[in-house]
């Protein structure tokens, strides 16, 4: 099976250089047509420019696809929804977004501004937001829509200095999660990926050897199989290095204690086994872990 985005409209957001520029360029090297969107700004989100992104787009059609270059800003949703509009009206059609525009405002919680925190999560995870709200309905009457989010490892995991950025990061998790449920009957999937990749946002934090291994070229292959006709749905890819994983959110079987005074003593005393990954759930939604709770103090399921 090979993968073919022939006629199919991608838009890619903070794809100026980086991880954004890989991701357009693998997407129109599988003849999808290409929105090219990025601010220009600086790693902290200031400044800005349609310069890189022109530079992305040029590359494209010298190579024989087609690009447009775009600096809205996606924190900006009357900008966001014009962008979506130019390529509707040049292209009839938006069919798969690429959210991948961030910003980085590291420091310790202790030392951070409020107004860092604030800026990392407009615009990773209101930047998302009004992306996919602006593809939303359109993606739903033509029954199509591929649309990826970018989380982290930071945000799965934790990252020292980087709460704004983590807290971004795992939201998003949970805007795929939903949006998954909600675009599956008009076939929209909804996926994140957990990029590891030697971008601007890593010099200087790791040696220079681990940088050139961790191309962004070598993710991008990851965002083309989640644009694809054929692509999962609320799946968390990572991908870094020329290795690919995925990471979920798992509920344990956990144990039963009913109602009784000693309960936060006996929870307490009783992390080690109800963190026993033994019978692990993978739930399907989150109207899972009150079935199972329920079904664990003698309840039989039912039908909402």
Not at 37 to 61: C, F, H, M, P, W
Not at 103 to 120: C, N, Q
Not at 163 to 187: I, R
Request: charged share 25%; proline share 3%; glycine share 10%.
């Amino acid at each position: 099976m090979t993968i073919d985005l022939t006629n199919r409209v991608a838009i890619v957001t903070g794809a100026g250089g980086g991880l954004g520029r890989e991701h357009a360029l693998a997407l129109a090297k599988r003849g999808a047509k290409v929105v090219v969107n990025d601010l220009g700004g600086a790693v902290d989100g200031t400044g800005g420019s349609l310069a890189a992104a022109e530079r992305v787009a040029k590359e494209i059609r010298e190579a024989g696809g087609e690009a447009i270059a775009n600096s809205a800003s996606v924190t900006d949703f009357d900008e966001v929804e014009a962008m979506v509009a130019e390529a509707t009206e040049r292209w009839g059609r938006v069919d798969i977004l690429v959210a991948n525009a961030g910003i980085l405002r590291d420091k310790t919680f202790a030392k951070m501004e409020i107004a860092d925190f604030r800026a990392v999560l407009n615009v990773h995870v209101m930047g998302a937001v009004h992306c996919a709200k602006a593809v939303w309905a359109g993606m739903r009457e033509r029954s199509y829509g591929r649309i990826v989010f970018t989380t982290s490892s930071s945000g799965l995991f934790g990252s020292f200095g980087q709460a704004n950025y983590s807290a971004a990061k795992m939201a998003l998790v949970g805007l795929m999660n939903t949006l998954a449920l909600e675009g599956a009957k008009y076939d929209i999937r909804v996926n994140c990926l957990a990029p590891t990749a030697g971008t601007r946002m890593l010099e200087g934090l790791i040696p220079d050897d681990w940088l050139a291994a961790l191309d962004p070229a070598l993710v991008s292959p990851a965002v083309v199989a989640l644009a694809s006709a054929d692509a999962p749905t609320k799946t968390v890819l990572c991908a870094g290095a020329g290795g690919f994983e995925t990471a979920r959110t798992l509920l344990t079987r956990g144990d039963y204690f009913g109602s009784r005074e000693d309960l936060p003593e006996q929870v307490l005393a009783s992390l080690d086994r109800l963190s026993d990954l033994d019978g692990v759930i993978d739930p399907t939604d989150g109207t899972v872990q009150y079935k199972h709770e329920l079904a664990k103090a003698g309840f039989k399921p039912r039908e909402n």
